[in-house]
């Protein structure tokens, strides 16, 4: 239904744009060494390639679309192990899909899975706390249970759709900003220096 370029009278123009837009999806490069999986879920999964391995930075919503984007990513770059996973913050579309890129054998075996501090505690607050209240909203804001076209769900204007598998969560490892002085620090993560921000 998003063929036509003219949005129809019962849809917003820049949701249409938005939409037709979000239909390009799948594995993207960023620039050297950076890739970015889009379209499996409402926000991206990047990953960059480090000196042994890999870093992926938000590994989206659910288990089942950051597995989907990983093996996506292994398909065309080839068989890399997770070196380490960050979280850039605590929605659940950032963080909830990290079983399906590492487990916790991985993480035994010496995973960083890397946090702003306070992360644990506001993604608890937000998702087990607040976690119905939370559910409802986002089925009102991205209009999950409408039927799919020009007079129901669009688009989510962030992504396609919002993901309806399971949201997982690894507690992180390490948290930034070691120094609480700091805002901002440089890591070094898989050989690959990363500045992070709280």
Same mark, same amino acid.
């Given at each position: 239904f998003l063929d036509r370029e003219e949005a129809p009278d019962?849809?917003?123009p820049v949701l249409w744009r938005l939409a037709r837009l979000n239909l390009v999806n799948g594995l993207f490069q960023v =620039?050297?060494?950076i890739y970015q999986v889009r379209g499996f879920d409402v926000s991206n999964m990047t990953i960059v390639e480090g000196a042994t391995g890999l870093v992926v930075i938000d590994p989206l919503? =659910? &288990?089942?679309?950051a597995k989907a984007a990983i093996e996506l990513y292994r398909a065309n770059r080839g068989p890399r192990p997770v070196r380490a996973v960050i979280y850039t913050h605590s929605h659940l579309d950032h963080y909830g899909g990290v079983r399906g890129v590492v487990s916790d054998d991985d993480v035994r075996a010496g995973v960083r899975v890397i946090a702003p501090s306070g992360f644990l505690e506001a993604a608890v607050s937000e998702n087990v706390f607040a976690g119905n209240a939370m559910s409802r909203r986002a089925t009102y804001m991205f209009g999950t &249970? &409408?039927?799919?076209g020009e007079k129901g769900h669009v688009d989510c204007g962030i992504g396609k759709a919002y993901p309806t598998g399971s949201p997982t969560l690894i507690p992180p490892t390490e948290t930034f900003p070691v120094d609480p002085s700091k805002q901002v620090e440089t890591w070094v993560v898989d050989g690959v220096e990363i500045e992070l921000r709280n």
């Open positions: 019962s849809v917003n =620039t050297d060494r919503g =659910t &288990l089942e679309t &249970l &409408l039927a799919k």
